[in-house]
């Protein structure tokens, strides 16, 4: 954990407490004076930015590195990092849902992340937002490396021309569903973008890093408004569009990364369990809210939020010990699935020269 940039973790924190908090407004019903609490939902929009960002900094490190990308090791090291817990939990359910429902297809679609083509989805409906990122796992490690043949200014419009996909692709209707990834990789972009900033252009995300606060001031601000705005619809303008949030999330990741030392404060350690579950929490909250839904909806808000966040945290902390972690511990165990290294590096070159 000493590698972990703390500010991003409070990210991660943020963003499944507002899906969790969105989701449970949602359970218990949505009474009118919670139900604009459901715009925590946007927190999946955070974790994309910030999945984006971590892939997007794996992979342009790598490349300024070592000069190339094996796209093959990373695709195995981040399904080594998502596959199992998503899997476990997927089994799970099949055999609950065909012990408990007369008729139930098998969803063999669920097994290839094509689910969000295939709405509306069933049973496990949050498993739509991990269709997103592994859809855009296959796309985004080939696309960098044929962006890695033009020169960083031609890279730069590429990537900005495919922010603004989705938006025309929205613009135009060609989709069936805002869960489809054509039309929801903008936060995913702009984390890419972000990234490809900060490795190509250092002075001006120096630039950027010097004025973060300003930049996470205003976005705040836009946030907010639109929260707030959902209880007062006299200034009510419309949902902020998917690119807006992206560039809000975007100001927010280049907050986290402004800080030159290691920043702790009191509750560190809460953050940091609560990011470090964010996975489990996430592809288990519902099933939490199910149970809450079943035994105490006749329970004050506050009490239905608190038990459902324990019954959380409590089988999240089983998945991600006996699934979750022990997946991330295996990358390390095999050649193909461990971080790559200069020296194994120079020794493929030097053997490249030795036989040329």
């Known amino acids: 954990m000493t590698n972990r940039v703390v500010q991003l973790d409070i990210l991660r924190a943020i963003a499944i407490l507002s899906v969790f908090l969105a989701h449970t407004v949602l359970s218990y019903g949505a009474p009118s004076v919670i139900a604009p609490l459901q715009f925590g939902g946007t927190g999946v929009d955070l974790f994309f930015v ?11 490190s790598e490349l300024n590195k070592f000069g190339n990308i094996e796209i093959r090791r990373f695709w195995v090291r981040r399904w080594m990092r998502t596959l199992p817990a998503y899997y476990a939990v997927l089994i799970f359910t099949i055999i609950q849902l ?7 297809e098998f969803p063999f679609h669920y097994f290839f992340f094509t689910q969000n083509y295939d709405l509306p989805l069933t049973f496990f409906h949050v498993s739509w937002s991990l269709c997103v990122e592994e859809q855009f796992y296959l796309v985004i490690a080939p696309a960098i490396v044929l962006l890695a043949k033009v020169n960083r200014h031609t ?7 495919i922010l603004l996909l989705p938006s025309v692709f929205r613009y135009l209707g060609w989709y069936d569903s805002n869960e489809q990834t054509h039309v ?32 996470a001031l205003l976005s705040l601000v836009i946030y907010f408004y639109f929260y707030l705005a959902r209880w007062n619809r006299e200034i009510y303008l419309a949902e902020p569009s998917k690119l807006i949030l992206a560039f809000v999330f975007g100001a927010w990741v280049i907050w986290a990364n402004s800080f030159k030392e290691d920043w702790h ?24 809210l199910a149970v809450c839904k079943r035994l105490i909806k006749d329970a004050p808000f506050v009490v239905y939020l608190a038990v ?44 490249k020269v030795a036989s040329s």
């Open 184 to 215: 929801r990789w903008d936060c995913c972009i702009m984390g890419i973008i972000l990234a490809h900033l900060k490795h190509s252009y250092q002075s001006f995300w120096q630039f950027l890093i010097k004025h973060a606060w300003k930049f």
């Open 98 to 104: 065909s012990l408990t429902k007369d008729s139930f």
């Open 155 to 161: 890279r730069t419009a590429i990537l900005l021309l």
């Open 265 to 288: 404060f009191k509750g560190e350690a809460i953050v940091m369990y609560i990011s470090t579950r964010s996975y489990a929490i996430y592809l288990l909250h519902p099933d939490a």
């Open 50 to 60: 910030l999945s984006g960002w971590l892939i997007g900094s794996q992979l342009f």
């Open 308 to 351: 459902a966040f324990a019954i959380s945290c409590l089988v999240a902390e089983c998945l991600y010990r006996l699934i979750e972690l022990p997946g991330m511990k295996a990358r390390s165990k095999f050649s193909f699935s461990q971080s790559r290294k200069k020296t194994d590096f120079n020794m493929q070159q030097e053997s």
